[in-house]
């Protein structure tokens, strides 16, 4: 059973930085791409960045240059580096794979007060 756990979140101001983990089970981690996602309340969820290996990433318009993602294939884990922290990036943060998403986790907040 495919499995992602998110970690990480926390309430930062405006300005703060956080870095979120997500960690994978039951699926070979290299070679996919991953995604993380987020859903702000009364939203839809979005994906912010999404990285197929460390050189091949990409970036929602509303993160690029703030944020980064990268991943350890040995451990099957992704991360989310989040700087300049704005009140727009609060939300529920998920990981999942691009293609074939499975069951959702349970997210980890991130709440950014101004």
């Known amino acids: 059973q495919v499995q992602f756990v998110e970690s990480g979140g926390g309430t930062v101001q405006a300005g703060g930085s956080l870095r979120l983990s997500c960690t994978a089970s039951?699926?070979?981690?290299?070679?996919?791409?991953i995604g993380w996602y987020r859903q702000a309340p009364g939203k839809q969820r979005e994906l912010v960045a999404n990285s197929i290996n460390t050189s091949n990433v990409r970036y929602a318009d509303s993160v690029k240059g703030r944020f980064t993602i990268s991943r350890d294939n040995a451990k099957n884990t992704v991360y989310l580096q989040m700087n300049s922290l704005e009140p727009e990036d609060t939300a529920v943060y998920y990981c999942?794979?691009?293609?074939?998403?499975?069951?959702w986790g349970q997210g980890t907040q991130v709440t950014v007060s101004s």
């Open positions: 039951g699926i070979p981690f290299s070679g996919k791409a």
């Open positions: 999942n794979r691009i293609v074939a998403p499975a069951s």
